[in-house]
């Protein structure tokens, strides 16, 4: 059996995220998609990986459990080039369908007998355009960091920041949880273009999250290294993130993290953020 971490990718698309996670020697378990031609285009790629289909459709507890959960739910209704109706908006709205999703994979993993940080996924990973930051005066952020967060813990609460403005990076953690978010570029990572998303990871068993994602623009990515790291079947999930994190970090040639205005914002459930 492999030792290596796995990974579900809802709304798949063109298959970024499995591609990511292939480099990285991840296994992709499923994927969701229901534009014909994606689809297609996957299961050419990726012939081991199950087609779900309809995100609406699936069931958590019934699917395959998974280290590390992916989406880029659809961002149209986010967008400050379209209508900005928000998460309310039929599209962007699926957001809350991936949540659902997440929540009885994790509920089925415990009725295993799985319990801390082995309930799975531990790893949550969303994608987005800038303008889910200031979509809804902020009100639409706030909700997605407290539903993700409420994945760990059900009573938490999440306030808006001042004036309801997130800055580009930040972070909220609990107890044996944390939320980093934070803007990447990718002209940044060999893409002839500037194109600017906001990405999201939660750890829900552990303080992973700002380690893994707040590294500098231009990473050296050592992909036989980590990979090596994921197969070594003595190291637990936390010790294989950590170690992964540590060859980026040795990688990292130049330019500065883009975090706004080079702060990060950091703050639990119990306390208002310190803008």
């Not at 069931?59 to 080039?81: E, F, M, R, W």
């Not at 908006?89 to 369908?97: A, D, V």
């Amino acid at each position: 059996m492999s030792s290596r971490p796995t990974m579900g990718n809802l709304f798949s698309g063109s298959g970024t995220w499995e591609l990511a996670a292939k480099l990285c020697g991840i296994d992709v378990i499923f994927e969701a998609e229901i534009e014909p031609f994606p689809v297609a285009l996957e299961a050419k790629r990726f012939p081991e990986a199950i087609q779900l289909g309809d995100v609406s459709k699936i069931n958590g507890a019934k699917i395959p459990a998974v280290d590390i959960l992916t989406n880029s739910s659809p961002c149209q209704d986010l967008s400050v080039a379209g209508k900005r109706a928000g998460l309310g908006g039929e599209r962007s709205g699926l957001f809350t369908e991936a949540i659902r999703i997440t929540k009885e994979m994790r509920e089925s993993d415990r009725n295993d007998g799985r319990t801390a940080c082995d309930v799975r996924p531990r790893l949550w990973c969303w994608e987005n355009v800038p303008g889910a930051l200031s979509s809804n005066k902020g009100e639409d952020f706030r909700t997605v960091i407290e539903e993700v967060a409420r994945i760990a813990d059900e009573t938490v609460s999440v306030p808006l920041p001042p004036k309801g403005k997130w800055l580009h990076a930040g972070v909220v953690e609990g107890d044996g949880w944390q939320i980093a978010w934070r803007i990447l570029d990718a002209q940044y990572f060999g893409v002839a273009q500037r194109r600017r998303r906001v990405f999201l990871v939660a750890d829900f068993g552990g303080h992973g999250a700002c380690e893994i994602l707040f590294e500098r623009e231009s990473v050296s990515w050592n992909f036989a290294e980590i990979a090596h790291t994921w197969e070594d079947s003595s190291r637990s999930i936390a010790e294989r993130i950590s170690e992964a994190g540590r060859i980026v970090r040795d990688g990292i040639r130049s330019k500065e993290a883009d975090l706004g205005h080079g702060e990060v914002t950091a703050y639990t459930q119990t306390r208002p953020p310190v803008l």
